[in-house]
Nanobody
Framework: QVHLLESGGGLVQAGGSLRLSCAASKKFAELRRMAWYRQTPGNERELVAA???????EYAASVKGRSTISGDFAENTVYLQMNSLKPEDTAVYYCEYIGRDGPGIGVNNFWGQGTQVTVSS
């Protein structure tokens, strides 16, 4: 069973920057997509940014122009650089991987435990 571990969260003032990282505990047999989601209490988890193996990216409108997702599919790591942070960016951020974690295994999605990002005004 593969585990994902996020890091890089913390407390930052509005206007500041953070870089989130996510790494897998073992190499995937096939990794198709890596993404970042966020969730605030009482709300559904929402997509922040995603990147595919062919380097196609997508961003939530709320972070577009302020955030950049990058990934190393060979090393199974994904990063989210967030700039010009706002208090409304405060949330728990989760990474998600979609792929096969072993040969002959079906495609699944995997989640990290989450990292807290708090932006003070």
């Amino acid at each position: 069973q593969v585990h994902l571990l996020e890091s890089g969260g913390g407390l930052v003032q509005a206007g500041g920057s953070l870089r989130l990282s996510c790494a897998a505990s073992k190499k995937f047999a096939e990794l198709r997509r890596m993404a970042w989601y966020r969730q605030t209490p009482g709300n559904e988890r929402e997509l922040v940014a995603a990147i595919t193996r062919s380097s196609v990216t997508e961003y939530a409108a709320s972070v577009k122009g302020r955030s950049t997702i990058s990934g190393d599919f060979a090393e199974n790591t994904v990063y989210l650089q967030m700039n010009s942070l706002k208090p409304e960016d405060t949330a728990v951020y989760y990474c998600e991987y979609i792929g096969r974690d072993g040969p002959g295994i079906g495609v699944n999605n995997f989640w990290g435990q989450g990292t807290q990002v708090t932006v003070s005004s």
